[in-house]
C-alpha cells in the first residue's frame, strides 16, 4: 500500500464502531483504507478460564472482522499483539482493564506500536486514523498514548488524527477525558438513551474507571497547554453499511451487553445528536517527547 488511510484499532471491532462511516466513503471514493488492528495474538483457549475464553476465541473474531471490512471496503493488517487481558501478570480483576497507571509508558508494546506508526509515516502519503483512548481501557490507552507521542512531533499537520473510541457513546466518560471534554454534548442527548438498559452497563464501568488518560500519558493534555481540535465526519449515505459491518462483530456485540438492534439504535442516535463521527487532531504540541528508541 502507497499514500491512503491507516485506521489503527486496538481490537477488530473498534475501528467499525468508531468510524466505520468515515472507512467507507473513503473506500468508495477511491481513497486506499487499511486497518491495522494492534491486538491479534491469541491467547492458548485450554489455559483460559470460563467467560475469558469467549474473548479468547481469536478465530471466530477474526472471521468476523474479515466479513465486515469486506463491506466497508477495507484491507486489513494485523500487528500481532497481545491485549492486556491474556497477558502476565493477570489481572486480579476483569474491572482492572480500566485502570491505568505510569507503568503503562514502560510497556514493550507501546514501544512495538509507537514504531510500527514511524514506520508508516515513512511514506509521504499514509494518513494515520488512530484512537483518543476514551473510556480508559488498558488497550486503547496504550494504542493512543503511543500515537499522541508520535503526532507531537509530526504537530502541526494533517497527517495524524484521533478518532473518538466506542466508550465515546457514554457522554460521563466522554467528560473524563480531558480532550474529548472540550466538544461537551448535553447529557439529555446521550446516545445511550437510545436503549437504556445497554447503556447502564457502559455507564456503571465510566464509574469504576481510574488511572491517567492518554494525553496524561503522553504529555499532551489541553491542561498542560497543548492544542486540540475537532472536526465532525458527516455519515450521510454510509450509516447503513457501518451498522451492517458492526453486525458481523457478534461475539464482541454479546460481550458489551447489546446485540445488533439496540447498538444499531445507539449509534444513529449518536451520529444524528453528534452530526457524524467526531475526529480530532493535535494542532500545537506541549513539547514533543524524546522519542522512544
Not at 466522554?174 to 448535553?186: F, G, N, T, Y
Not at 498542560?224 to 453486525?247: N, T
Amino acid at each position: 500500500m502507497s499514500g491512503g488511510l491507516v485506521v489503527v484499532s486496538p481490537h477488530f471491532d473498534d475501528a467499525a464502531l468508531s468510524v466505520g462511516a468515515l472507512i467507507a466513503r473513503s473506500a468508495a471514493a477511491g481513497d486506499p483504507v487499511r486497518v491495522l488492528t494492534v491486538y491479534t495474538e491469541p491467547p492458548s483457549l485450554a489455559e483460559l478460564p470460563g467467560r475469558s475464553r469467549f474473548f479468547g476465541d481469536y478465530a471466530t473474531r477474526q472471521a468476523e472482522d474479515d466479513r465486515a471490512m469486506i463491506l466497508l471496503g477495507a484491507a486489513s493488517r494485523r500487528l500481532g499483539l497481545r491485549e492486556r487481558l491474556f497477558r502476565h501478570p493477570p489481572l486480579k480483576r476483569s474491572t482492572d482493564l480500566f485502570r491505568t497507571s505510569g507503568r503503562l509508558l514502560e510497556s514493550a508494546e507501546l514501544l512495538t506500536i509507537e514504531r510500527c506508526i514511524v514506520e508508516l509515516l515513512e511514506d509521504p502519503g499514509i494518513r494515520i486514523l488512530a484512537p483518543l483512548g476514551i473510556g480508559n481501557h488498558y488497550d486503547h490507552v496504550e494504542v493512543a498514548t503511543a500515537a499522541m507521542r508520535v503526532a507531537a512531533v509530526h504537530a502541526p499537520t494533517n497527517r495524524i488524527e484521533f478518532y473518538e473510541d466506542f466508550p465515546a457513546l457514554s457522554e460521563l466518560w466522554r467528560r473524563r477525558h480531558p480532550v474529548a471534554r472540550r466538544l461537551p454534548q448535553p447529557l439529555r442527548s446521550a446516545p445511550l438513551w437510545a436503549s437504556p438498559a445497554a447503556g447502564i452497563v457502559m455507564e456503571a464501568m465510566s464509574v469504576l474507571s481510574r488511572g491517567p488518560t492518554s494525553p496524561d500519558l503522553a504529555g499532551q493534555s489541553p491542561r498542560d497547554g497543548a492544542h486540540w481540535s475537532a472536526r465532525i465526519a458527516p455519515v450521510d449515505g454510509y450509516e447503513k453499511v457501518k451498522l451492517r459491518a458492526i453486525a458481523q462483530y457478534r461475539t464482541q456485540l454479546q460481550a458489551s451487553g447489546a446485540d445488533e438492534h439496540p447498538m444499531a439504535k445507539l449509534i444513529r442516535r449518536a451520529h444524528h445528536c453528534r452530526g457524524g463521527e467526531i475526529l480530532w487532531r493535535l494542532d500545537l504540541a506541549r513539547t514533543p517527547p524524546t522519542m522512544l528508541p
